[in-house]
């Protein structure tokens, strides 16, 4: 018995499952509610957000969001002027995260975690269904759980999309 | 009876479209869509892709001409082929793959199978059709668009059997599309990261009169100017010395080569400067000797190309029209064939511009879509092209110029339409 428990904390590179979860629920929410400096707080300095389009390599292929740790900045100083007019007025989102998966750690130690989501977006000119999976890598700075990686590969990913200037 | 309940037949478009404003309806109704597919779009030179997306012999990609499905072939001798995605015998799909390398194409409803040249090669239990080689293999081959043309890598189809060449349809664009691929040291661009697809429930022609509009930046991209150090909104400003050209058959540029030659530094017109990519800056002056810093100052164009292609500096756009009121953008970045050091940074500036998400191009697709809503209203009924008709001039080579933020480019686009709109209408 204790064997396994000592199995799973490997696993999760020392985390716990509830905290894993907690922590994605918690990303969910504010990106949902546009709590945008709580959101850019939970990225590590190293961090990439990643939305494929139809490629798997993004330093050679096209990809919908392809952000370093300064261009998720960027991204969020932009939705913060007031004139994105693409999201003016904000979209309304709701999404459920499920089918939390400890995967693995990283060489240098992340934790990786997938996720299965289901976001509702209703916007001024209609409702849009966005789904995919989510790939997290998350690791402990300071005492706070962060995520270094986020990889959102949308179902639609080979289709044309509509405009998503949120924050998926 | 207002031009708004206009008869259903016998649209007149040469009073929907003045010199200075455009009617409402064109960009409305279903009936003047079905009419630009048989006018436009399936009669004149649309771009279809390039030919780095069919590389090898017998290479494959699916494209698009409007709503046709088209796939792009290249044959063992290396000819490249568009065909339509439809089987001579019940118009069942043939390829169903986005692309591949297979010699040949099999329809999986009944066996059918073709030539990637288009050509019919087999029909399973042949004796039902008296046996084998009875059917033509032309006429009961794959549908094809009888005129491919290729300039400088650059694929264009026309259904048309006959009219313009593609070099008479291109004319003065044919420059702009060789100013791009003379950035590359060896002179070729490469389409090889892949097309995003962007949709927008718009009319195409938004899009299109859009892309050498310079009146708008400041207003729809004042977000990101805001926050990034972007050169952008000054080239199009009152005062800036970039002009828009209307180059001929609905073609359109904004030329900022004046405020980039004002500038005089090379690869400034990247926003950048050569000691950040002094291989590509070398290579450049190894090919091309003292041309290369005409070259390095002048950059990339930003022209539109009637009705489909819009190159965007470092960008290609491919409009895509699917219905009066839905259009995807296909877009991708430009690779410059021996511009390794620069390619990465061009993928990157890129993504980050143009798409869903795009911190320019997702602004754009908002006001298109708004903009679509806004020209259902009924009052007033017309949009207005007015804007540098007080200052437009001829150009040393006859071309008529405006200022960076007039709608020269939009009255060109308009002139040509109403051409090939109003071309064997009767009486």
Known sequence: ?168 | MTLTDLPRTGIPYDQLIEPSRVHGSLYTRQDVFAEELAKIWYTTWVFVGHVSEVAKPNDYVRKNIGPQDVVMTRDAEGEVHLLLNRCAHRGNMVCEADKGNSSSFRCPYHGWTYRNNGMLAGYPYSKGYGGKGQLDPVTMGMGRVPRVGVYRGFVFGSFAEDGPSLEEHLGAAAGEIDRLVNLSPEGEIEVSAGWLKHRAKANWKLLAENETDGYHPQFVHSSIFTVADSGIGDLYADGAESVTRALGNGHSENDLRPEFRRLGKPMGWFGTTENKVPKYVARMREKYGEAAEKLLIDGAPHVMIFPNLFIAEIQMFAIQPLAADLTVQHVTAVQLKGGEEMNRRLLQQTVGSVGPAGMLLADDTEMYERNQAGVAELRPEWLDVRRGLVRERQDENGFTIGSANDETGMRGFWAHYKELMTKGAAG
């Open chain 1, 1 to 168: 018995m204790t064997a396994t428990v000592q199995a799973g904390r490997e696993a999760t590179g020392g985390l716990d499952i509830r905290t894993i979860e907690q922590f994605l629920y918690r990303e969910a929410r504010l990106a949902d509610e546009f709590e945008l400096e709580a959101w850019e707080q939970l990225w590590t300095d190293d961090a990439i957000y990643w939305v494929p389009a139809g490629g798997d390599d993004p330093n050679t292929q096209m990809s919908v969001i392809f952000d370093n740790r300064s261009r998720i900045g960027l991204r969020v100083r932009q939705l913060n002027t007031g004139k994105r007019h693409s999201q003016l007025p904000r979209s309304r989102m709701r999404r459920v995260v499920s089918n939390v998966e400890v995967i693995g750690t990283e060489e240098n130690g992340d934790t990786v975690v997938e996720a299965n989501f289901v976001l509702v977006e209703s916007r001024v000119r209609g409702r849009q269904v966005w789904a995919g999976r989510y790939t997290y890598r998350l690791r402990t700075v300071d005492g706070q759980l962060r995520m270094s990686y986020k990889k959102v590969a949308l179902v639609d990913r080979d289709h044309d999309l509509p405009t998503m200037s949120f924050l998926i």
